[in-house]
Nanobody, 118 residues
């Protein structure tokens, strides 16, 4: 089992910054990839960014150059630094971990609201 706890959401003006944190615990040695997803009201959930155990990253096209995902293994925490925020970034952001148990098993955090005012 893997447990994920997010923090760092909130209300920010257009152009502002926020940093989301996702603290992970449990069977962390099984974690392969971690990522951030978001879901806005009335829209499908979308993958924002991922980071592998080797440090490779991948981003949603619309956040490239503005968002940065990073991982601190000493603190068992994954971060999503969000700069130059836009109203369209408003969503509930959820942390995700893919753990290897024979096949991949997905774990989710509870989500944190990010609201960008125009």
């Amino acid at each position: 089992q893997v447990q994920l706890v997010e923090s760092g959401g909130g209300l920010v003006e257009t152009g502002g910054s926020l940093r989301l944190s996702c603290a992970y615990s449990g069977s962390i040695f099984r974690i392969n990839t971690m990522g951030w997803y978001r879901q806005a009201p009335g829209k499908q959930r979308e993958l924002v960014a991922t980071i592998t155990s080797g440090g490779s990253t991948n981003y949603l096209e619309s956040v490239k150059g503005r968002f940065t995902i990073s991982r601190d293994n000493a603190k068992n925490t994954v971060y999503l630094q969000m700069n130059s925020l836009k109203p369209e970034d408003t969503a509930v952001y959820c942390c995700n971990a893919l753990a290897m148990y024979g096949g991949l098993v997905a774990y989710w955090g509870q989500g944190t609201q990010v609201t960008v005012s125009s």
